[in-house]
Structure formats: C-alpha cells, structure tokens
C-alpha cells in the first residue's frame, strides 16, 4: 500500500508499506525477523514501532521521527493487520530471476561435505541473518530440464547468487522452502552429524594401537 508523508523539506513523499508477509523481498523480511526474534524487541514502545516499520518499509527513519503520534498510530494498525497474514507455504521447486531459472535441492539427501558444512555455518550463525546464504546453497541454476525433472549446477558458494536472492526474491517465491526446511532439512542435517560423529569413532577404534 502506498502511504504519503511529509519529507525532510516539508514536501509531500509517497512510500510503500506491504500489505503482507508475501509483499516483502528478501532482505526486508531477514530485517523484520532479526528485529521480531530480538527478545528486546518484546514490549513494543514507540521507537521500537519506528524501527519496524523502517524494516518493512522503505520510509527513512528520520521521515518517521518527524510524522504526529495519530499519523504512527495509524501505521501501527497496518503493522498488526500485516502480522496477522500467513505468507505462501508451499514449496517452489523452481523459481526465476532475471531469466534465469534456480532448482530447488532435488536430493537433499545426498548433500555433499561442502553444502552440509555451509548450511550448518548459517545455523549457528543465525539463519535470519543468514538465509540469502542458506537459500543460495538450496537453489541453484538449473543445468537440465526433462518436464518435472531437473538437474542442477554443482555446488560452488556463491556470493553473488546470495545477494541476488537477498534483492529479488520475494516472501511467496522463498518461505516454503523455508519452511520445509525447517520440518525436514534440519533432521537431515542431524542424522548427518550423528553418522558422520559415528564414522570418526569407527575409524578411531581401527587405528592401530601402539
């Protein structure tokens, strides 16, 4: 939705606020969950509803430092009616950009060493911080495609694909990977340390004793 303010020179400025989660890119939405994740952030006073509001919107802080307490309380009731919509849930095996088309993991099962290593470094340094990177390791350019089958680039980290996604992928075109990932990639990511803690105490127990 579009929103007219006052500017730093009294002029009248036109800004947009989502209307909800699937509105919102990439970057804005790790923005809004670092902030909502914050314990901090729990009691909602007055400079907190400012700083929110900058991370959905693109409305300049200062802009906002300046509008009437009416005015805020206005964009606060569109803060919580955003809130309160469900962001698309389902998985998108392939999603385009800049007509490119990036697949979805189609085994993750059958991770390698490198992406295992680069999905559980953006874990524990905090995914919200880090999905543009986590997505880059799950999506990657499509090399083949038969139909509903296909087959993607091998796994290279790259930056430039992680701050592609983080400015043009979309809540809609991401969360449901997200979200499957949350229910399955992180067992996966569980089962594969456990056997990979196993291994290492197979081949401790076969070294040659001396």
Same mark, same amino acid.
């Given at each position: 939705?579009?929103?007219?303010?006052?500017?730093?020179?009294?002029?009248?400025?036109?800004?947009?606020?989502?209307?909800?989660?699937?509105?919102?890119?990439?970057?804005? $939405?790790?923005?809004?969950?670092?902030?909502?994740?914050?314990?901090?952030?729990?009691?909602?006073?007055?400079?907190? +509803?400012?700083?929110? +509001?900058?991370?959905?919107?693109?409305?300049?802080?200062?802009?906002?430092?300046?509008?009437?307490?009416?005015?805020?309380?206005?964009?606060?009731?569109?803060?919580?009616? @955003?809130?309160?919509?469900?962001?698309?849930?389902?998985?998108?095996?392939?999603?385009? +950009? #800049?007509?490119?088309? $990036?697949? @979805?993991?189609?085994?993750?099962?059958?991770?390698?060493?490198? =992406?295992?290593?680069?999905? =559980?470094?953006?874990?524990?340094?905090?995914?919200?911080?880090?999905?543009?990177?986590? %997505?880059?390791?799950?999506?990657?350019?499509?090399?083949? =495609?038969?139909?509903?089958?296909?087959?993607?680039?091998? $796994?290279?980290?790259?930056?430039?694909?992680?701050?592609?996604?983080?400015?043009?992928?979309?809540?809609?075109? @991401?969360?449901?990977?997200?979200? @499957?990932?949350? #229910? %399955?990639?992180?067992?996966? %990511?569980?089962?594969?340390?456990?056997?990979? =803690?196993?291994?290492?105490?197979?081949?401790?127990?076969?070294?040659?004793?001396?």
């Amino acid at each position: 939705m579009d929103i007219k303010l006052k500017d730093k020179n009294n002029k009248d400025k036109w800004y947009t606020m989502p209307d909800k989660w699937d509105d919102l890119n990439l970057d804005k $939405y790790m923005q809004v969950m670092v902030y909502l994740t914050n314990k901090d952030s729990e009691d909602m006073d007055h400079e907190k +509803i400012v700083n929110l +509001i900058h991370f959905m919107s693109d409305i300049p802080k200062d802009t906002l430092y300046r509008i009437s307490f009416k005015d805020l309380s206005k964009l606060s009731e569109l803060i919580s009616i @955003f809130l309160k919509t469900k962001p698309d849930t389902e998985l998108k095996h392939i999603i385009e +950009i #800049d007509n490119v088309k $990036y697949g @979805f993991h189609p085994r993750l099962r059958d991770i390698s060493i490198g =992406e295992f290593v680069d999905i =559980e470094h953006c874990i524990k340094d905090g995914i919200n911080e880090n999905l543009h990177t986590l %997505l880059s390791v799950l999506y990657r350019p499509i090399t083949h =495609e038969i139909k509903d089958k296909y087959r993607i680039e091998d $796994y290279e980290p790259s930056e430039d694909r992680a701050n592609l996604f983080k400015d043009k992928l979309m809540v809609r075109d @991401f969360n449901g990977a997200s979200v @499957f990932f949350y #229910d %399955l990639g992180t067992q996966l %990511l569980n089962t594969m340390r456990l056997s990979l =803690e196993e291994m290492k105490m197979r081949e401790s127990q076969e070294s040659p004793q001396h």
